[in-house]
């Protein structure tokens, strides 16, 4: 299980929870997946308590919400203090996601939401403030986002029904 912590039946449960997790009942799953609904609901509670399902978020168009800016600010940070630098950006005004990038310069990618250009100056000046440098920043047009099709390509070819142990209701 250290090798692949994901049976076929735990794929199948994440493709369908990444197509729709809101609209998709354990009974709608259990039917997709030749299991019943509890069996899906006891693998939805292991996924969570492993750790491999966090969360649950919608998908949000700021700008219907009335935060028609969006910019990407390209930052740098030292390695060493990458991570608690990503924590302390989450509180700066209007970030809604901070990625860190394995190595290089440019290792901090801060997503920011705003209502106008006065918003996204006092979030700059608020990276500025703790120790960030900005190396660029964009206004962001679209974005397109899809489910990680790996989980159901992994399927292909897969016979669809399962073994004894992927079926058990525990």
Known sequence: MADDPLNNLDRRILHLLQVDARGATDTDIGEETDVTGTTVHNRIKQLEEQGVI????PEINYEEA??????????????????????????????????????GEENLHIEVVAEATSDVKESTEQLDALGLRIISSNILAEEHIQP???????MAGKPDTLSESESTEE
């Open 54 to 57: 966090l969360g649950y978020n």
């Open 66 to 103: 009335g935060y028609p800016m969006r910019v990407l600010f390209i930052c740098s940070t030292e390695l060493s203090k990458r991570s608690e630098m990503a924590e302390k950006a989450l509180d700066v005004q209007g970030v809604v996601n901070v990625r860190e990038m394995l190595s």
């Open 148 to 154: 990680w099709n790996h989980f159901h390509q992994e």
